[in-house]
């Protein structure tokens, strides 16, 4: 375990359900992120928490909902979700906000839309 | 936008083979980072190199930088089938501050036994 834990692992959903991602790290980390990974394309940064404050969400669509309840962890909400939103989605946390410090990744959830 | 992209690909080797794949970006940086993912799985943080550096060494890991040509290398020495992963280059854009930390698409390293 790399000290960041995502739950659950795998999630299928209807277009109209809503459902929570769930991440928590334990490593002290004080800025937390959700990327998106889909196939062929790089990773797309989404959010950013630094000290529970969301600093950056990077025109993401209204669908997506993050929240940051402490410096530990971070929930992603989805509602009414496209086919397109299909792809993995991962957590990560650093010391600080930014890109100067190595990020720490959790294993991610694999989110199928139907 | 994409700030780093990695070239090759894809790679096949031999195991007990040599690797290197590299790293190119566009904008100012004050550090680079390589990561590992295997299938399916989060990305695991491996080596940053910092601007003033040209060279950094981890385990079997050699991680070089060009500032000059804005390009960046990762050799694994002796690979292993373990090593069979996707491999990304990270680097914080300065042109956001240092906010962003932008991922390339990653070269796909398969070691054959």
């Known amino acids: 375990e790399t000290g960041v834990t995502q739950t659950p692992r795998h999630l299928v959903m209807g277009m109209t359900n809503k459902k929570s991602l769930k991440c928590e790290q334990h490593l002290g980390h004080n800025a937390m992120y959700w990327y998106k990974q889909s196939a062929k394309k790089p990773l797309e940064l989404m959010f950013v928490?630094?000290?529970?404050?969301?600093?950056e969400n990077n025109s993401v669509p209204s669908r997506f909902s993050p929240e940051c309840p402490n410096s530990s962890h971070l929930f992603l909400h989805l509602h009414t979700l496209q086919p397109e939103d299909s792809a993995l989605y991962l957590c990560a946390s650093s010391l600080s906000r930014g890109g100067n410090y190595g990020y720490t990744f959790g294993s991610g959830t694999r989110l199928t839309v139907v | 936008s994409q700030q780093g992209e990695e070239d090759p690909q894809a790679l096949s080797i031999q195991e007990g083979e040599n690797a290197t794949m590299n790293c190119s970006y566009k904008t100012s940086i004050n550090n680079l980072q390589w990561y590992r993912q295997n299938s399916g799985r989060g990305l695991v943080h491996l080596i940053l190199?910092?601007?003033?550096?040209r060279e950094k060494h981890s385990g079997r890991l050699r991680v070089t930088l060009d500032t000059s040509k804005k390009s960046s290398s990762l050799l694994i020495t002796a690979s292993r089938a373990a090593d069979t992963a996707s491999y990304f280059c990270?680097?914080?854009?300065?042109?956001?501050?240092?906010?962003?930390?932008?991922f390339g698409t990653g070269t796909r390293l398969t070691i054959i036994p």
């Open positions: 928490y630094s000290l529970e404050e969301r600093v």
């Open positions: 190199i910092r601007s003033n550096e």
């Open positions: 990270a680097t914080p854009r300065e042109d956001f501050g240092n906010e962003k930390l932008t």
